[in-house]
Structure formats: structure tokens, C-alpha cells
């Protein structure tokens, strides 16, 4: 019995072990280093994000060390019945395990991020950045967060902020003068490259909002 005892103590401090290292190492270093750009980072990025995080965190990823009992590899069937060989490996522990999974899923091009609708994580595949999931919405199944989250989050924008609100008020302008053929549609797209620059540089306070509102306006 004390030897049972021991034995489910063990495990739920080495799961306690790993749910405090994806609190205090992990999500940290996924939301402030990995995403922290808004772009699918490339493997040099990730590298230099992976050793200034290092330097400068106290608990940082050189503190995890990750243990296997065996490792090798295992012929399998997939779902349409053909062989795949696959890698297989025991861990001594779960920190082991997550360590492992996290960083040979960065490896093969997955990256995780936090949904700016819904607040859960996901997994981004390959170079296509997102930064709303495909999680249903619990008030409107039939929409996702990613059918949603840029509109509302556009729309928040407009309501708080007076350079969004000015863009979207010429915008709108703008785009009503061409439907009523009063602007070609190159004349709307350069008029659109233009808006989109001059509002980028409002927002990062290279122009005075007066002389950007005359401007975006004309």
C-alpha cells in the first residue's frame, strides 16, 4: 500500500512539475517571443527567440531536462492501411514528454498561439499566420472565431480609436464614389495603398492626426 501510495504521489507532482513549467516557461515564451511579431517566425528567428529567452528569464528552458527511458523506431499501419514508420520513445516523466512535443512540433513547422476571440490556444501549420482559431462560436455555432474575430476586432477598432474611425469614414466615402463609377478601380486602389500608409504612420505618430485626418480625406 505505502509503495501505491508513493507511486500516484510521484506522478501527481511530476503532472504539478509540467502544469507549472507551461505556465511560467511555456505560455511566456510562446506569447511574447514566438508570436510576438504577428508572422510565422523563420527557424532563425525561433533560434535567437529560443536563446534571448534564455538569458533573460530566470525560468527558462535550459532548466527542463528532458528524460527517455528508450528510444527507437516502429512500423505502423495508418488509417488507409499503408506502413508509416514512426519514431517511438518512453518518457520518465510528463515535463519530458511536453519538452519533446513542443519543440518537435516548432521543428516540423507547427506553431501555437493564443485566439484573440476566444482566448484558447492553437496550432498554426506551416507559414499561414492566424490569429483567431477554428473553434465554433458558443453563441453562433455555424461561425468560427476566425469567420468573426478580424470583423469585431475592426469594429473595435472604428469605436475607439480616432484613426481607425477616420480611416473607416473614408473608406467608406471613397468606396461609395466608386460604386457610383465617380473613381476608376485603380484610381480606388491607389487610393486604398495610400490611406492604408498614411493611417500606419499616424499610428505609430510620424504625422499629426489633423494633417492625417485633411489628408485621408481628400
Avoid at 506522478?11 to 511579431?37: E, V
Avoid at 516548432?106 to 490556444?121: M, S, T, V
Wanted: with cysteine; hydrophobic share 30%; aromatic share 18%.
Amino acid at each position: 500500500m505505502n509503495s501505491s501510495i508513493d507511486s500516484f504521489f510521484d506522478i501527481y507532482i511530476d503532472f504539478l512539475n509540467a502544469y507549472l513549467q507551461i505556465h511560467q516557461t511555456y505560455k511566456p515564451f510562446i506569447r511574447d517571443w514566438l508570436n510576438c511579431s504577428e508572422a510565422f517566425p523563420t527557424s532563425d528567428e525561433t533560434a535567437r527567440y529560443f536563446t534571448e529567452f534564455n538569458r533573460s528569464k530566470g525560468l527558462n528552458f535550459e532548466r527542463i531536462k528532458c528524460r527517455m527511458q528508450s528510444f527507437g523506431y516502429k512500423s505502423i499501419l495508418d488509417s488507409d492501411g499503408n506502413s508509416i514508420l514512426c519514431e517511438e520513445i518512453k518518457f520518465t516523466d510528463l515535463g519530458s514528454f511536453l519538452y519533446y512535443d513542443f519543440f518537435h512540433g516548432i521543428a516540423q513547422n507547427y506553431l501555437p498561439n493564443r485566439c484573440k476571440n476566444c482566448g484558447k490556444y492553437f496550432l498554426i501549420r506551416g507559414g499561414w499566420y492566424y490569429t483567431y482559431c477554428d473553434n465554433p462560436l458558443a453563441d453562433e455555432p455555424d461561425k468560427t472565431c476566425r469567420n468573426v474575430g478580424s470583423k469585431r476586432s475592426y469594429e473595435k477598432k472604428c469605436k475607439n480609436d480616432p484613426i481607425w474611425q477616420t480611416y473607416n469614414r473614408a473608406y467608406k466615402a471613397h468606396y461609395a464614389r466608386y460604386l457610383k463609377k465617380k473613381m476608376t478601380v485603380s484610381e480606388f486602389e491607389e487610393w486604398s495603398r495610400f490611406a492604408s500608409e498614411i493611417r500606419d504612420r499616424a499610428l505609430a505618430g510620424k504625422i499629426a492626426f489633423e494633417q492625417y485626418y485633411a489628408d485621408i480625406r481628400k
